[in-house]
């Protein structure tokens, strides 16, 4: 069955006959491994009729994962040519995903991943698993810009860079926890779900990859505007991370009397620092910021 993905020689053809040369720029590194590509879309937990939106595809080697198991993907690729071609190489090695012409299970969204709006996807039905390799030099961003921008998703598993990654699904008081830890928190629940090789990327990446399971909160923490204030709080505490956050928290709050004032009304004590704030904490606080004011 694996004529039915790209192996090694498949995805250099494909790149050599584009004259596509992965570069550090877009974070291109793509995967060869059809072995690793249907673990992830099992660890994903990818069934056939999910709605799944997967970013930067690159040549198709998970695309074509995805829709094996059955879903309907909807791709985000920022390279034109790669967005051009990649409908060609999923009718070549998957003709059944164009079966029903009226409604084919593969589209392709030729933007930037950081510039889709809610009127990108307005035509769409509800999308609701996230499964990407996501290019390692902007895939917290990506990451966040998605989950602000579907909350339709309900899961979801992505490939980022190890390091990248330990810090997504850090818990309060770990090393690794930080801002991206604490906002990734206020949609659900991450975990590492599993590790992948250097070698299955092509070309072979300086550094290691994980994969990162999400599983969306049962109810939305709080509002958008308790988000907005929650975010800021989280950047400001973890800018300046060595301090209290009586202090680092001064940029949002005003003086120190005040941010003491707001902290203490939250029930969190002014002395501590931002790595042991869970993102509860951060939101308590945004809340006491108009309680009893």
Do not use: C
């Not at 050599?16 to 550090?24: F, G, H, W, Y």
């Not at 966040?144 to 309900?154: A, F, G, Q, T, V």
């Amino acid at each position: 069955m694996s004529e039915r993905l790209l192996g090694p020689a498949e995805v250099r053809e494909l790149a050599e006959r584009l004259d596509v040369s992965p570069t550090k720029k877009l974070g291109q590194n793509f995967v060869i491994d059809p072995n690793t590509v249907r673990k992830i879309v099992r660890l994903a937990g990818v069934e056939a009729g999910d709605r799944v939106i997967e970013v930067g595809p690159g040549l198709g080697s998970l695309t074509l994962g995805i829709t094996e198991a059955g879903a309907d993907v909807t791709a985000v690729e920022i390279d034109p040519r790669l967005a051009a071609e990649l409908g060609a190489t999923i009718r070549t090695m998957q003709p059944e995903v164009f079966a029903n012409e009226g409604a084919p299970r593969f589209r392709v969204i030729r933007s930037d991943a950081l510039d889709v709006t809610a009127e990108t996807f307005a035509d769409l039905p509800a999308l609701e698993r996230l499964v990407a390799n996501l290019p390692y030099n902007v895939s917290v961003p990506i990451l966040m810009h998605l989950l602000e921008l579907l909350p339709s998703l309900r899961s979801g598993l992505v490939m980022v860079q190890a390091e990248v990654g330990y810090r997504i699904a850090a818990k309060p008081g770990s090393k690794e926890y930080g801002a991206p830890s604490a906002k990734a928190a206020w949609y659900g629940d991450w975990s590492i779900a599993g590790t992948v090789s250097r070698r299955i990327f092509w070309p072979v990446p300086g550094v290691d990859s994980v994969l990162v399971g999400y599983q969306k909160a049962a109810e939305p923490m709080g509002s958008e505007a308790e988000r907005e204030l929650t975010f800021a709080l989280i950047n400001a505490a973890f800018g300046q991370r060595r301090k209290m956050i009586r202090q680092s928290l001064q940029a949002v709050l005003g003086n120190m009397e005040a941010t003491t004032a707001v902290i203490e009304r939250a029930g969190i004590a002014p002395t501590i620092r931002a790595e042991q704030l869970s993102t509860v904490d951060f939101l308590a606080i945004a809340r006491a910021v108009t309680r009893d004011a």
